[in-house]
């Protein structure tokens, strides 16, 4: 079993910025690949940005030039930077891994931005 624990959300203004963590609680360095979805109110989670164990970047059309994933393999943590942010980010975002078979999610954090 692994533990994914996200932290760095909040309220933010429209055009702000916010940092989101996942930590894992074993080594990502041999991960097939980790990443965040999210979920609004009244919507199916959706598929924000991906990164693979090539470190292969894969995002959303929605938050392409605006959200950037990476990873720090020595902290076994993803990050998701997000800038110009906008009222429809608005969501609960997930962090997930998967471990070539087993897939692992995380508790979800809230991001809210405020028009």
């Known amino acids: 079993q692994v533990q994914l624990v996200e932290s760095g959300g909040g309220l933010v203004q429209a055009g702000g910025s916010l940092r989101l963590s996942c930590a894992a609680s074993?080594?990502?360095?041999?991960?097939?690949?980790m990443g965040w979805y999210r979920q609004a109110p009244g919507k199916q989670r959706e598929l924000v940005a991906t990164?693979?164990?090539?470190?292969?970047?894969r995002y959303a059309a929605s938050v392409k030039g605006r959200f950037t994933i990476s990873r720090d393999n020595a902290k076994d943590t993803v990050y998701l930077q997000m800038n110009s942010l906008k009222p429809e980010d608005t969501a609960v975002y997930y962090c997930?891994?998967?471990?070539?078979?087993?897939?692992?999610w995380g508790q979800g954090t809230q991001v809210t931005v405020s028009s």
């Open positions: 997930y891994a998967n471990y070539y078979g087993p897939e692992f």
């Open positions: 074993r080594t990502i360095f041999s991960i097939n690949g």
């Open positions: 990164i693979t164990n090539g470190a292969g970047t």
